[in-house]
């Protein structure tokens, strides 16, 4: 019988030695901020993680044979010992270390919009506010990304830091995204509860902000990533 996604998440991530949070903690390093909860979805077959994601757990996992791993089927390696393996690890390494034959990052740009700039317009996606970017290291979701303007998500996000984006119209009580409220262009977490919905930020000197119904509000995406450190 063939194990479900999120059991195969769960015994990986224990034969790694690695809690929940932990897991957490490593995404967030890989450019893919999440709480445990998110984790703990996954694990319980809830919701599933994006390609981005699955593939970061995998390098955080060790996992080279993803279909021996996931899908119970072999791949070249699976015949190997660990001393075979290991010798096709350190030829790998060998063959990058050359220069010769590795492959050259796909070329790819974003359109990127300035927080503070957009704030007060309402329309925080108009093409005319924003300049194109070479994104290599942007998830393949990415839609666009934002220079964050402030400390009130640090230490997560940092003044002047590249967040990358997906376009969403809807966000699920605690994704982190990009929103308009009253005209103002914001990087919060979403918060919902049967009291309403608030925008509330990491840095605790910043109080939630909380959504009046009537007011304004919008969706402009979700963050999916972080880009290189500003300069």
Not at 9 to 27: K, N, W
Not at 128 to 139: C, K, L, N, T, V
Not at 199 to 218: C, K, M
Request: net charge negative; with cysteine.
């Amino acid at each position: 019988m063939k194990k479900s996604l999120g059991t195969t998440l769960t015994a990986l991530r224990r034969e790694a030695g690695l809690t929940q949070p932990q897991v957490a903690e490593l995404l967030g390093r890989e450019g893919y901020p999440l709480r445990p909860a998110a984790i703990s979805k996954w694990e319980k077959d809830l919701t599933q993680p994006n390609a981005a994601q699955f593939l970061a757990l995998c390098r955080i996992y060790s996992v080279r044979d993803v279909l021996s791993a996931f899908l119970g089927e072999a791949d070249a390696l699976s015949g190997l010992n660990a001393e075979g393996r290991r010798l096709v690890d350190g030829y790998i390494r060998v063959l990058l270390a050359s220069g010769l034959y590795a492959e050259e990052p796909e070329a790819r740009t974003l359109p990127l919009y300035h927080l503070a700039a957009s704030a007060g317009t309402g329309q925080f996606l108009d093409g005319d506010s924003s300049e194109p970017i070479d994104a290599p290291g942007a998830p393949p979701e990415a839609d666009f990304a934002v220079r964050i303007a402030g400390d009130s998500m640090e230490p997560e996000i940092a003044d002047g830091a590249v967040v990358y984006v997906r376009s969403r119209e809807v966000l699920e009580s605690g994704a982190l995204g990009i929103f308009i409220y009253r005209g103002e262009a914001y990087c919060k977490r979403l918060a919902q509860s049967k009291n309403g919905a608030q925008l509330v930020s990491v840095n605790p000197s910043y109080a939630p902000i909380d959504i009046r119904e009537g007011e304004q509000f919008r969706v402009c995406g979700e963050v999916v990533g972080l880009g290189p450190a500003a300069g």
